[in-house]
């Protein structure tokens, strides 16, 4: 069966400091791959999408990057954060083909102080 | 690019009543609607789903219709109960443009 990997769960980082989230999925290949925000008490915010290996839409123009070095991995990056950038990151995946059902990984909680 | 609107907001019900959230879809091209649950800090779960071919769907106790001549569909909750309390969020997607753009959120309570 398919799961997908997100880590860490949560994440306490200064301004100005670099990131990097990290998605994996398993049991499946060639999936879509997805990175969504959730600032406190409000809506999911897609950032980026990914339909391939190197394949990158970004959907909002701000500090963040995305890369997808592997098939199944799809990593979220900033080389300097802000205290803006502090919300709910999940990551999610959808298969290939005509079955779009989305499913989301259990998320990271990033605080920037 | 897709455009979804949800409403309202925020929605308390009477346990054992039933509970309605709505949303529009601004691209005709959209074919696949689902809706997700989230519980405090967990990630949001898929609990229904509907196809632009089809009109209503129903699980138990949750249904979903679609209208697609006015871009809109909506998610039907009866006899709630209170695990029901979540936010619930509609969502839209155009295969072919391989992303999904969320509504805003409805907080929904489930008064004892």
């Known amino acids: 069966s398919q799961t997908i990997h997100q880590w860490p769960a949560t994440l306490v980082q200064p301004v100005g400091s670099p990131l990097s989230l990290e998605c994996t999925v398993e049991g499946t290949s060639n999936p879509n791959l997805y990175w969504y925000r959730q600032a406190a008490g409000r809506g999911l915010q897609l950032l980026f999408y990914s339909v391939g290996i190197g394949q990158i839409s970004s959907e909002v123009p701000q500090n963040l990057s995305a890369s997808r070095p592997q098939d199944r991995q799809f990593i979220l990056s900033s080389k300097k954060l802000l205290l803006s950038d502090s919300g709910f990151y999940l990551c999610?995946?959808?298969?290939?083909?005509?079955?779009?059902?989305?499913?989301f990984g259990s998320g990271t909680q990033l605080s920037v102080l | 690019g897709e455009n979804v609107e949800q409403h309202p907001s925020t929605l308390s019900v009477q346990e054992g009543d039933s509970a309605v959230i709505k949303c529009t879809y601004s691209?005709?091209?959209?074919?696949?609607f689902p809706w997700y649950k989230q519980e405090l800090g967990k990630r949001p779960q898929l609990i229904i789903d509907?196809?632009?071919?089809?009109g209503e769907k129903k699980d138990q106790r949750i249904a979903v219709t679609l209208n697609k001549t006015a871009k809109h569909f909506s998610l039907h909750i009866t006899e709630t109960q209170p695990e029901d309390s979540a936010v619930y969020f509609c969502?839209?997607?155009?295969?072919?443009?391989?992303?999904?753009?969320f509504g805003s959120g409805t907080r929904l309570s489930i008064r004892p």
């Open positions: 691209d005709s091209a959209s074919n696949y």
């Open positions: 509907i196809r632009s071919n089809v």
């Open positions: 969502a839209a997607m155009h295969s072919s443009a391989s992303k999904i753009i």
């Open positions: 999610a995946w959808t298969p290939r083909g005509r079955d779009e059902k989305l499913f």
